[in-house]
């Protein structure tokens, strides 16, 4: 990196902190500090939602998991605009009427306060280990490019986020979100014309596509609907319409970092269309980072990529005993890359399209993926401990590698963003649980201003416990897919207890909190033994709690609960 590198990177995140400590300092209600004094407009509401979803993770694993496995991740957003009707319809009137601060407040009314505590304590479990691995997806990749220390990467942008978030809380994350989804929607369509242009003269962009279809990369949706399909494949087009849809309506529904978001509205049609406006713009905002790791690959079919992308891999073979035959390795790579190059220059029209060209490139790719596997074979014995699948360091080292001085300071400044916008969420919302639903709730009546001081306090607390689990993380096959798995070990029992307590008037308290404690088990269970694919897991929890307690409530003897009068 250069100078002018390290000026738009420490200026662009300088700039973060500081306008966020300035512009919403000195809250003096917990309504200010938790909801932003419901001053937010639907267009900060739904930057602020995408931001918080958008962490670091997105822009660093989706364009490796385009470029890896093509376009078929887009389908896990098919259920998307689905969910955000269903959330727009039932779940912004309701949370408005009640006037809560949290999600979770309803359940206790609906229900008591243990089922309130257990829902509550679910969301603190999952999203505070989230917390900890939005701030270590960049750090260990940053890490392993820059060579900085990872310890003290995770510190620096944990202490970063706590500073503007425990300043301004909801309105300060509202504020900075903003600025914060500017820098990384600049920095993304810099980065895909960048690429663009680095492509041979005479490919084009729908050339580039072609040449990606012709390996397999544009297949967008998978319509197979086999019990094989449904089992085992991670992304087809009924796992996102319907796996899909139950993560997002417990995600945008149910998880107290994105209620928070649109709490913060000053009216239910502002929220509402803040989350409509995150719905609509979602789904084509991923199909464009994919869009991006596809032109990735493009750009790799006509340069030399290294045999594996992650730089601790190199290292640990270059000082090892397996370095010449990591060589040999490398140069069958080039071989095969040379090979495919110039038949894809000889095809540059439509005749890559026909089955005899898509055959003979197929071909080159399966001993491509062969020569790829033998290194990761060879890297796992040099050094058992380094990760040998580099989907998360694909766009990293393009982007170290080939864009010009200043404008990788401002992609490095993109990656950071995310996870700050992500984290901060994450942790204003943690600190908001654990105030209303837990201390608040269980401790003396006390003034606005020590509410406030709580809340402040546990910022920093869950902050600090974010950046020990980032300390203590371990990297995962793919970061995106690791903090969705998380998240939908949770959100389909949460979602369930949900769906009980709006439409399924018979089951009361009891039968709820038994179901939902079975059902967190047998859920964890069904992830740890790989029963299903990790977005069925969500239908999977739904259903099973609704089940079970429905069931549990004819063995239950208990005293009708007459409904709450905001309900009737």
Not at 196 to 205: E, M, N, V, W
Not at 206 to 219: E, F, P, Q, T, V
Not at 221 to 247: A, M, P, R, V
Request: hydrophobic share 50%; glycine share 6%.
């Amino acid at each position: 990196m250069q100078l002018i590198d390290w000026i738009v990177l420490g200026g662009t995140l300088l700039f973060i902190v500081l306008y966020g400590a300035w512009k919403t300092k000195g809250s003096a209600t917990v309504k200010d500090y938790i909801r932003g004094g419901n001053q937010a407009k639907w267009w900060t509401i739904g930057l602020s939602v995408m931001a918080t979803q958008a962490s670091a993770i997105t822009f660093l694993s989706t364009p490796g998991q385009a470029f890896h496995d093509g376009m078929g991740f887009a389908q896990f957003y098919i259920g998307m605009p689905i969910a955000m009707i269903i959330i727009c319809i039932v779940f912004i009137p309701l949370f408005h009427r009640l006037n809560v601060y949290t999600a979770y407040e309803y359940l206790e009314s609906r229900f008591d306060l243990k089922t309130r505590t257990l829902t509550a304590t679910l969301f603190l479990i999952q999203r505070g280990l989230a917390a900890g691995i939005t701030i270590f997806a960049p750090s260990i990749i940053l890490s392993a490019i820059l060579g900085w220390n990872l310890t003290i990467l995770n510190i620096i942008i944990g202490l970063l986020v706590i500073c503007y978030t425990v300043s301004g809380g909801t309105k300060a994350v509202s504020v900075t979100q903003k600025y914060q989804m500017g820098i990384i929607f600049l920095g993304m369509f810099v980065a895909f014309f960048i690429i663009l242009s680095y492509l041979p003269d005479g490919i084009t962009f729908s050339k580039a596509l072609d040449i990606a279809g012709a390996s397999g990369k544009m297949n967008v949706i998978d319509f197979t609907f086999t019990k094989e399909s449904l089992l085992h494949n991670k992304y087809t087009f009924w796992s996102g319409i319907i796996g899909g849809t139950f993560l997002f309506l417990s995600y945008f529904g149910t998880d107290q970092s994105q209620v928070q978001r649109y709490l913060s509205g000053k009216s239910v049609k502002e929220s509402q269309l803040g989350l409509l406006f995150n719905g609509l713009l979602k789904v084509p905002m991923q199909f464009f980072i994919l869009l991006v790791g596809i032109m990735v690959f493009v750009f790799y079919q006509f340069n030399q990529a290294p045999l594996n992308f992650n730089p601790a891999a190199k290292q640990a073979i270059t000082a090892s005993s397996y370095h010449e035959e990591y060589t040999v390795l490398e140069n069958q790579l080039a071989d095969i890359q040379k090979e495919k190059k110039d038949f894809i220059k000889n095809h540059t029209d439509k005749s890559i399209r026909k089955s005899e060209a898509k055959a003979f490139i197929k071909q080159l790719n399966t001993k491509e993926s062969k020569t790829r596997e033998a290194a990761k074979e060879l890297i796992s014995k040099a050094n058992p401990e380094i990760e040998t699948n580099d989907k998360d360091y694909v766009f990293i080292h393009f982007i170290l590698n080939n864009l010009p001085k200043g404008l990788i300071g401002l992609l490095l400044a993109v990656i950071l963003s995310a996870a700050m916008s992500s984290t901060a969420s994450e942790l204003n919302a943690l600190a908001s649980t654990t105030v209303i639903d837990l201390y608040k709730r269980n401790v003396e009546e006390k003034s606005e201003k020590h509410y406030v001081l709580a809340t402040m306090f546990f910022t920093f607390l869950w902050g600090m416990l974010a950046i020990i689990v980032a300390c203590f993380a371990s990297l995962f096959e793919n970061l995106i897919e690791l903090v969705n798995i998380i998240g939908s070990i949770f959100y389909g029992n949460v979602l369930g207890i949900f769906l009980l307590a709006f439409f399924i008037k018979f089951v009361q308290s009891n039968a709820t909190f038994i179901a939902a404690l079975i059902t967190q088990v047998f859920v964890t269970f069904g992830w740890y033994y790989d029963w299903m694919p990790y977005l069925w897991l969500n239908l999977f929890g739904c259903a099973l709690v609704v089940g079970i307690a429905s069931i549990l409530q004819s063995f239950i003897p208990t005293k009708p609960k007459p409904l709450t009068p905001e309900l009737e």
